[in-house]
């Protein structure tokens, strides 16, 4: 059920593909970190990415788990992706990730129950253009709507916020596109 809903809300917000490597929700943490930063590490050498996009250190404003242990495995991977002797058993060419961003927001939140900072954000994006998109992407979670105050107060914004982790430095301080200074021609 949790991947059909997956798959509707990247329907709605225009992602063409999503991949699940097929690791169980709530057991990241538990896992080889070996073979989940594999699993990324393969991801970033076929789809190629400009700028990889993860949570922060502390798992995004609720510290959960799973997103902790995703940060540390994307933070691994964008450095061993470039390296033709990580991982050479993929068969897969290296791919150096220009940038790598973290998660950031703006604290205090509203909701008092959320009390994790982030890392100083360096990306402030104006999403107001596709707030009903993430709405209707969220509600296509049916089985995450008992999280929905936290959804709300957390991750439902006008400006969405990045912190620059790594990577070729932005020309500015703040940014409010995380692309500027990149050559990005195909």
Known sequence: MRRRELQEAAKILGIGAVEMPGHRDGELAQMDSAQLIGDIVAFIRRTRPTVLLTFGPEGAPTGHADHRAVSRAATAAFFLAQLATAYPDQQLAPHRVSRLYYQAWAFPFPDPKLKLESVPATAAIDVTGAKSRKDAAFRAHVTQQA?????????????????????????????????????VRS
Request: charged letters at 15%.
């Open 147 to 183: 999280s929905a105050s936290v959804f709300y107060s957390a991750a439902f914004f006008d400006i969405e916020y990045l912190a620059l982790a790594a990577g070729v430095p932005q020309p500015a301080e703040i940014v409010d596109d995380i692309f500027a200074g990149l050559d």
